[in-house]
């Protein structure tokens, strides 16, 4: 087993961060909410009023297992994502100008004709996540957004992550091993390891002495952010 006993609950708007050494099972708790693995217990759901049904949820992988001269370009992945029609069966304008619209959202439209493997980390993470997005989703999933991504653009990616979820009020899971990187941006943080050891506002798990003993004294190492309008919203 995995994973037990882990019991979470959001509020509507609501950012949590899901931190922990590797092999603690912060992936599988991503794919177990996805429905991707098995687990007992009750199913995720979410509550409103006396409305009890699974959220829609929007999902962020890691990475893309792919050629780099793979020759797919943003808008092949894009409608590829979003439609129904075979991408070799050629792009339509109108499938194009929905391309440019889910892309502008994100400030990423620039990017339609360039191949995914000539993208940066972090434009390839605004482009999934704006795919994601088009599901209108009331749970965002983000599994490690900082792998790969350099330091302006996990600034880029976390602001437009708080924007998202103070625009659509949307509840966000975010594993991550970013952890002084990430604190202005969440609202809780939960220390995993195959199950809840701490949890809490940023500033009280991050000084838990179970998050210094899981990570090492490399744990104040990390780089932080540069400066942004950070916080709560």
């Known amino acids: 087993m995995i994973l037990e006993g882990v019991n979470l609950h959001l509020h509507c708007g609501d ?4 931190v922990g050494p590797n092999g603690a099972g912060k992936t599988t708790l991503l794919r177990a909410i996805l429905g991707e693995v098995p687990y007992q217990g009750n199913m995720v759901s979410l509550i409103g009023g006396v409305e009890r049904r699974r959220p829609r949820i ?23 994502a979003t439609s129904k029609r075979p991408v070799w069966m050629g792009i339509t304008r109108k499938a194009l100008e929905n391309v440019k619209k889910i892309l502008g959202v994100f400030s990423a439209d620039h990017l339609i004709r360039r191949r995914i493997g000539e993208l940066s980390g972090g434009e390839l993470q605004r ?4 795919i994601a997005m088009t599901a209108e989703p009331e749970l965002l999933l983000l599994d490690e957004p900082s792998s790969g991504v350099d330091v302006q653009g996990l600034a880029i990616f976390y602001q437009l992550v708080r924007d998202l979820r103070k625009q659509h009020d ?4 975010l594993v991550t091993h970013d952890l002084s990187g990430i604190s202005p941006y969440v609202d809780r943080i939960i220390l995993l ?4 050891i701490a949890e809490g506002g940023p500033q009280e798990v991050l000084s838990n002495e179970k998050l210094i003993r899981a990570f090492g004294p ?9 400066s942004l309008s950070s916080g709560k919203t």
């Open 127 to 130: 482009v999934l996540l704006a």
């Open 58 to 80: 929007g999902y962020v992988p890691q990475k893309l297992q792919f050629d780099l001269d793979c020759p797919i370009s943003v808008a092949d992945l894009v409608v590829a």
């Open 218 to 226: 490399s744990l104040w190492n990390v780089s932080a952010l540069p």
């Open 193 to 196: 390891n195959r199950s809840i």
């Open 15 to 18: 950012v949590l961060a899901v």
């Open 170 to 173: 949307i509840s966000v899971i």
